[in-house]
Nanobody, 117 residues
Framework: EQLVESGGGLVQPGGSLKLSCAAY????????MSWYRQAPGKEREMVAS????????NLADSVKGRFTISRDNAKNTVHLQMNSLKPEDTAVYYC???????????WGQGTQVTVSS
């Protein structure tokens, strides 16, 4: 089993990034998938979750209207589209199996997102 994130990097305030997470070794469509983030000195927090078939999503209040979570069960991938990025979005972003509607039982290795001018 493996979750591999990609798409992080350095972006200016107001910019956009799209994170992707590829899943291997399990039946992807059987699981809720989520994105979490952890900023330096802070606890890990949930950013967004998406139900197994993608019909329901949940977003943290801090990212509503700016971030979108989506999934492609045919390609075993989940994405996080991040727009209007702010410096406070700077964090390591983790792909997670599970979340919001149930416990997380597997984590990716994380990808760094830095929002700075």
């Amino acid at each position: 089993e493996q979750l591999v994130e990609s798409g992080g990097g350095l972006v200016q305030p107001g910019g956009s990034l799209k994170l992707s997470c590829a899943a291997y070794g399990f039946t992807f469509s059987n699981y809720v998938m989520s994105w979490y983030r952890q900023a330096p000195g802070k606890e890990r927090e949930m950013v967004a979750s998406i139900s197994r078939l993608g019909g329901n999503t949940n977003l943290a209040d801090s990212v509503k209207g700016r971030f979108t979570i989506s999934r492609d069960n045919a390609k075993n991938t989940v994405h996080l589209q991040m727009n209007s990025l702010k410096p406070e979005d700077t964090a390591v972003y983790y792909c997670a199996r599970g979340g919001y509607w149930g416990p997380v039982n597997y984590w990716g290795q994380g990808t760094q997102v830095t929002v700075s001018s």
